[in-house]
């Protein structure tokens, strides 16, 4: 079955940075599009960032455009996304959530980690 386990998150002040990772194990990592999204407390899902398969292609909410920056590793089947000039907006559970084989820009994310905690201290 599908496995998703985020790690990397924790507490930074305000213009740190984390470097959050999600090993991805029962699918075949390399051909599937790959989602970062979060949720603050109190607030529904916002996507933040997805892969293509090869990570080719990126994109990013406009929130985070220029401050993080999404890879993959297909031969570690690990997923990673670089928080760099956090602010305390972006405080939330972070998600790596599986996509499909191909671009679904109505993409659900039910296929998700347990997501890993990023707190920004003022």
């Known amino acids: 079955q599908v496995q998703l386990v985020e790690s990397g998150g924790g507490s930074v002040h305000e213009g740190g940075s984390l470097r959050l990772s999600c090993a991805a194990s029962?699918?075949?990592?390399?051909?599937?599009?790959m989602w970062w999204v979060r949720q603050a407390p109190g607030k529904g899902l916002e996507w933040v960032s997805r892969?293509?398969?090869?990570?080719?292609?990126?994109d990013y909410a406009d929130s985070v455009q220029g401050r993080f920056t999404i890879s993959r590793d297909n031969a570690k089947s690990t997923l990673y996304l670089q928080l760099d000039s956090l602010k305390s907006d972006d405080a939330a559970v972070y998600y790596c959530?599986?996509?499909?084989?191909?671009?679904?820009?109505?993409?659900?994310?039910?296929?998700r980690g347990r997501g890993t905690q990023v707190t920004v201290l003022a």
């Open positions: 959530a599986k996509g499909r084989t191909y671009y679904d820009p109505n993409q659900d994310f039910n296929l």
């Open positions: 029962g699918f075949t990592f390399r051909s599937a599009w």
């Open positions: 892969i293509s398969p090869r990570g080719g292609s990126t």
